[in-house]
């Protein structure tokens, strides 16, 4: 019999606020070791923690977005464990009534199609740093992190593949930085995942014993991990053994999980209300007004897209995956006189640099406009697709933006497309008469010699004949 991977998810987003939950030190990353750290953040005694607005109204954006439940009324919990950079103690948390109940999000693309339900999405406090690697025999302990606002979102044990629970975690990735909640640095720690995996023989409606892999800050690693972990499991079951429930951690350098601790549950947590925290109670109000301040939702953009741009489901898809890079190709598309070369343009010439560079949309290094004069000027016959390639790569390639527009440039450096059909064709005469070897490659049946033809008689134009003008002109002079 066959075995089915079961894979949930726990995705701990750091919140983009300026203050801490429970007091007012700064969140920025990269201070020098505990500069950030307030007396509420290393658990003095007589200090009491204050809520963060800022942090409730994200949690409140995430549910929505969700369309999970908003708790109006959710209670903060202490989570006790001992843990050498969690200063108090005890961790401030959510437990039996969180602040978000339910939800779903939907995962597309290629093949796939599934709406995965969540469980929960509650507020807590992050814990410090433990660094081992600058210290020789001693650990050093830097609490800049603790009481950095986190919405952990938990989902149902829904995912069925390695594959899948990487997908998950992408589109969760792109929700939380569409909504504006969370930067979602991977690398800084912005956005961490734990993946809880277990096996069963397809078919079994129970549940097998699960492991929890702790602390995944790459989509690629957590994919890994999770193939790992399934395949560990089976062989264990296989040999007669029992699976023990533990928490593990992935060396992506073996490229396996290792044992870390036994799985703590809930009981051995110990909650009980934080005593210091009053109920968190939301007004009807208060949920409207960040109801409405809403943009507006991947899925929601992409039909848009598809309807009102004409779109492929997945050129909006691949559009839609940021949503920096949605408002670009928007403003492309708005001031382009053809909205289906916008997209190309956006999915490749633009696309590709941000690739290359690590950049947003948001940083690229040519403006909407700039792209959609582009676009205008080889619709309209003033120039040509190359000639916009290059313009193209020559305002990215500035060391600063240029002062001057894409159509002043074209005037100003004569590169309107040549439109005089008589020059045309002389020259495609002289590349003719120059190239003899290449026009009887062409006649015995090699077409690629027309290329090599069509690229002279392009240098010859430096650069401004048309290209399919030239194409036409050369075959019917070759096969005249």
């Excluded at 954006?61 to 103690?89: E, M, Q």
């Excluded at 992190?145 to 792109?174: C, D, F, K, Q």
Aim: with cysteine; glycine share 8%; hydrophobic share 40%.
């Amino acid at each position: 019999m066959s075995w089915e991977i079961v894979v949930g998810i726990e995705t701990h987003a750091q919140l983009a606020t300026r203050s801490k939950i429970f007091s007012g030190a700064a969140t920025a990353f990269g201070a020098a070791p505990n500069t950030q750290a307030s007396a509420v953040d290393i658990a003095l005694p007589g200090v009491l923690p204050v809520l963060n607005g800022a942090a409730v109204e994200c949690a409140i954006r995430f549910g929505l977005a969700v369309g999970g439940t908003i708790n109006r009324r959710s209670v903060f919990a202490r989570k006790n464990y001992f843990y050498p950079d969690l200063p108090k103690g005890y961790q401030i948390s959510q437990y039996e009534r969180p602040v978000v109940a339910g939800g779903s999000i939907t995962l597309a693309g290629g093949d796939l199609q599934k709406v995965v339900r969540l469980t929960r999405a509650h507020l807590e406090e992050d814990a410090g740093k433990s660094l081992h690697e600058d210290f020789h025999g001693m650990t050093g302990i830097d609490l800049n992190r603790a009481g950095t606002p986190l919405l952990e979102i938990v989902s149902e044990p829904e995912l069925r593949s390695a594959a899948e629970a990487a997908a998950y975690a992408r589109a969760m990735h792109a929700l939380v930085r569409w909504i504006g909640i969370c930067d979602g640095n991977m690398q800084e720690g912005s956005f961490r995942c734990d993946a809880n995996v277990s096996v069963r023989r397809a078919g079994d409606p129970l549940l097998g014993t699960r492991c929890e892999i702790k602390n995944l800050n790459s989509f690629r690693f957590l994919e890994q991990a999770i193939a790992y972990e399934a395949r560990r499991q089976i062989e264990i079951l296989e040999g007669g053994g029992r699976i023990e429930q533990e928490t593990r951690l992935f060396d992506p350098e073996r490229n396996e999980t290792r044992s870390m601790r036994s799985k703590e549950e809930a009981h051995d947590y110990r909650y009980f209300p934080d005593p210091d925290l009053l109920p968190l109670v939301l007004s009807e109000a208060q949920i409207e007004r960040i109801r409405g301040t809403l943009p507006e939702l991947p899925e929601a953009m992409r039909a848009r897209f598809v309807r009102d741009y004409g779109l492929s489901e997945q050129d909006a898809r691949t559009l839609t995956a940021d949503r920096a890079l949605a408002e670009y190709f928007e403003a492309v598309a708005n001031a382009a006189k053809d909205r289906k070369a916008a997209a190309n343009w956006v999915m490749g010439e633009v696309l590709a640099r941000l690739n290359v560079a690590d950049a947003t949309a948001d940083q690229s290094k040519v403006k909407p406009p700039d792209v959609a004069a582009l676009i205008n000027l080889v619709a309209d016959g003033s120039i040509n697709l190359g000639t916009a390639k290059k313009l193209f790569d020559e305002r990215w390639n500035a060391p600063r933006a240029l002062d001057i527009s894409v159509h002043d440039e074209v005037v100003v450096r004569d590169l309107g497309q040549l439109s005089d059909a008589s020059v045309v064709a002389r020259l495609v005469d002289e590349v003719l008469a120059a190239n003899p070897k290449s026009v009887a490659e062409f006649r015995a049946g090699k077409d690629k010699a027309l290329n090599a033809l069509v690229g002279q008689v392009m240098k010859a134009s430096r650069g401004k004949a048309n290209p399919a003008q030239v194409n036409d002109l050369l075959r019917r002079k070759l096969q005249g």
